[in-house]
């Protein structure tokens, strides 16, 4: 089975600080043909409202990808055994036109989409999700499980501008590719622009966890309802690095204090084993506001987790098939 399917550079041949920067050290391939699941890039930061900088995310990803092994040592998951993945590469941006940008990132999400493969992306700000859920969510809205220090659905910025990476949810639930009533936001926290801020989102029925509830209750009991809110339909997952305490992840553009232990967003994540997900992103790495690599290193932590929790579901429809 190993030898069909795309393998990492092995470590104890080829040193970790060898070699191409690839995501987990995998093969770059030119597209997602025969994959299962696909890791893609999305460097465009052109909805940041603030410090800008993510669209140096994927590199440094890349970079410290290079840390992960190959075995998931909780789910005993060895990903490159049961699932074929690579590194599609980038898609293509516009650093210079917000709307033109929003297009090429859902042509090239789309091009993954159309060979059958999940895609695994590493932004970028958060509004690249937006255009990622135009690709996913084509035959219907999908449910959405969104770790964030913020909320992302407000209305306009800077007169009536909609598309900035405070807004990308609730242009998502506008477009119908997410289903409100199968939303749930973990982690929100920090001072609002205003105490109705989160008004409309309730509104339209999405369920917002802040940090606040997560600390009384902890992360089992809180994936349990988020389990149950999103049920087995089609479901995206968005892992918003500044859900992380910026005391562990300080690279990211809008950080806010008060938030998860590196510790902690393992155990959540853990927790998506077993959903029925249409993809998944890691997003707002922001290098130029790093330290060490600091943050990297949790983004591409974050990133590894999710591969393993997507690769275990290829897993069981491989099995389901062949039974
Ligand atoms: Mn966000």
Redesign the pocket.
């Known amino acids: 089975m190993t030898d069909k399917f795309h393998q990492p550079v092995d470590a104890a041949q080829v040193p970790r600080f060898a070699g191409h920067a690839t995501f987990m050290r995998l093969p770059a391939v030119a597209d997602a043909e025969g994959l299962d699941i696909a890791l893609v890039g999305i460097p465009w930061d052109g909805g940041t409202t603030n410090r800008a900088g993510a669209r140096h995310g994927p590199r440094e990803v890349r970079n410290y990808s290079s840390l992960m092994r190959s075995a998931h040592h909780m789910f005993g998951t060895e990903p490159y055994k049961v699932a074929n993945i690579a590194d599609v590469g980038d898609v293509a941006v516009n650093p210079i036109d917000l709307m033109d940008g929003l297009r090429l990132i859902e042509n090239g999400i789309s091009a993954i989409v159309e060979k059958g493969a999940l895609p695994l992306a590493v932004g970028g700000d958060?509004l690249t999700t937006l255009p990622v859920l135009r690709a996913v969510a084509k035959n219907g809205p999908v449910g959405l499980i969104h770790f964030?220090a913020?909320s992302?659905t407000n209305d306009t910025y800077f007169g009536d501008n909609r598309y900035t990476?405070g807004t990308p949810f609730r242009r998502a639930i506008e477009e119908g590719l997410l289903d409100p009533a199968r939303m749930v936001q973990i982690g929100i926290r920090g001072s609002v622009y205003g105490s109705d801020e989160h008004a409309w989102a309730l509104k339209q029925g999405v369920r917002i966890i802040y940090m606040e509830e997560f600390v009384a209750r902890g992360a089992l009991e809180v994936m349990e309802e988020a389990r149950a809110i999103v049920g087995g339909h089609a479901t995206y997952v968005t892992f918003?690095i500044?859900s992380i305490d910026p005391s562990m992840a300080p690279g990211t553009g809008t950080p806010e204090i008060g938030g998860f232990t590196t510790r902690e967003a393992q155990q959540l994540l853990r927790m998506l084993d077993g959903l029925n997900l249409v993809g998944a992103d890691v997003?707002?790495v922001a290098p130029p506001f790093d330290l060490n690599g600091m943050t990297s290193i949790v983004g591409a932590t974050v990133m590894f987790e999710l591969l393993c929790i997507l690769a275990r579901q290829i897993e069981r429809q491989k099995n389901r098939i062949a039974r």
């Open positions: 958060h964030d913020h992302d990476h918003d500044d997003v707002e």
